[in-house]
């Protein structure tokens, strides 16, 4: 079993930084992508950033890209999301996630993430 522990989560003002954090247990992550996805109210849950086992290769969705930057260390088996120049539109809960596979592909859609974190919310003001 993985646990998934998100945290970093809050409230700001547009234009804010916050930098969530998602913590793994009971078992080594570091073959493994993790990938970061958000749920507004009403809204499907959507892909936001997803990193290969080294960190090495990252993908973004669009409307973050330039602005958010996932990383990770494996050595603390957590994996971090560093968000800058918020938007209210941003607002959701955000959640963690394991690939399902381990090796080098990243994955961005939720069916390819097999545990997930309780999620944190983060609420951006206008």
């Known amino acids: 079993q993985v646990q998934l522990v998100e945290s970093g989560g809050g409230l700001v003002q547009a234009g804010g930084s916050l930098r969530l954090s998602c913590e793994a247990s009971?078992?080594?992550?570091?073959?493994?992508?993790m990938g970061w996805f958000r749920q507004a109210p009403g809204k499907e849950r959507e892909f936001v950033a997803c990193?290969?086992?080294?960190?090495?290769?990252?993908s973004y969705a669009e409307s973050v890209k330039g602005r958010f930057t996932i990383s990770r260390e494996n050595a603390k088996n957590t994996a971090y999301l560093q968000m800058i120049s918020l938007k209210p539109e941003d607002t959701a809960v955000y959640y963690c996630?394991?690939?399902?596979?381990?090796?080098?592909?990243?994955?961005?859609?939720?069916?390819?993430?097999?545990?997930w974190g309780q999620g944190t919310q983060v609420t951006v003001s206008s």
């Open positions: 996630a394991k690939s399902r596979l381990y090796g080098n592909m990243i994955y961005r859609a939720t069916g390819d993430y097999d545990y």
């Open positions: 990193i290969n086992w080294n960190g090495a290769t990252t």
């Open positions: 009971g078992r080594t992550l570091n073959v493994y992508s």
